[in-house]
């Protein structure tokens, strides 16, 4: 089992909808990242959770550390919000000192 | 410069050949990773600097793989006798510090297709 777990894989929405990308870990953290990467293959970062919410625009990230969850959700969806959406997770309980990855979410939003 | 710069964009290397990727991380970054992205999966870590030293180098795939850091600012990864399975997106990310509070910037990957 992946010490990462995202879903869905694949997600396929209409422009405007609301989307949520789900994230399980199965250790201890210091921080979760939500991270974007388009076709070209650069990773942005969009996010780094270690509680509570956090809201960038149309963006909102939530994490649970007792429930070991976060979810990231997009409000009024866009074409343009079309990438892959991948979760990490930082120490203290990871492998040394680096992120561990999930699979990512592959979101293609459809005018 | 105002981000992590990697070169080559991409790179298409005949099986057998050696290669070397380059990561230019944010000046004044401490910690410096090297990723490997297969295509479809996340990225999995290959080795880890802080400064010039090597702190980490246990998901490095074989002992072709080799990372160095000398001046502990750009960073090589070198891949010698290529093989198709290396073929992938290698990423580099730096951080200011060695800790999870202050985040990650990631260049924009060098991919590599070994024909």
């Known amino acids: 089992k992946n010490e990462v777990e995202q879903s869905p894989q694949n997600l396929t929405a209409q422009e405007g909808e609301f989307i949520t990308i789900n994230c399980s870990y199965s250790v201890g953290i210091s921080a979760l990242h939500w991270l974007q990467q388009h076709p070209g293959g650069g990773i942005v970062s969009l996010f780094m959770l270690s509680s509570g919410k956090k809201k960038h625009g149309r963006l909102i990230a939530t994490i649970n550390i007792q429930e070991k969850h976060s979810s990231l959700h997009i409000t009024a969806s866009h074409p343009r919000d079309s990438a892959v959406y991948i979760c990490?997770?930082?120490?203290?309980?990871?492998?040394?000192?680096?992120?561990?990855f999930g699979e990512g979410t592959q979101l293609t939003v459809n005018p | 410069g105002a981000g992590v710069s990697q070169s080559p964009r991409y790179k298409v290397a005949k099986r057998g050949q050696d290669v070397a990727l380059r990561c230019d991380p944010i000046?004044?970054?401490?910690?410096l990773f090297w990723y490997q992205q297969a295509l479809g999966q996340g990225p999995e870590f290959l080795t880890y600097f802080q400064n010039e030293a090597q702190l980490d180098k246990s998901g490095l795939p074989s002992d072709r793989f080799f990372a160095e850091r000398p001046e502990g600012s750009v960073s090589t990864l070198k891949i010698q006798r290529t093989q198709q399975e290396d073929s992938a997106v290698y990423l580099c990310?730096?951080?200011?510090?060695?800790?999870?509070?202050?985040?990650?910037?990631f260049g924009s990957g060098t991919r590599l297709t070994v024909v």
């Open positions: 990310a730096s951080s200011f510090s060695t800790g999870a509070n202050y985040g990650y910037t």
């Open positions: 000046s004044g970054h401490v910690s």
């Open positions: 990490a997770v930082d120490g203290p309980e990871t492998s040394g000192s680096r992120l561990t």
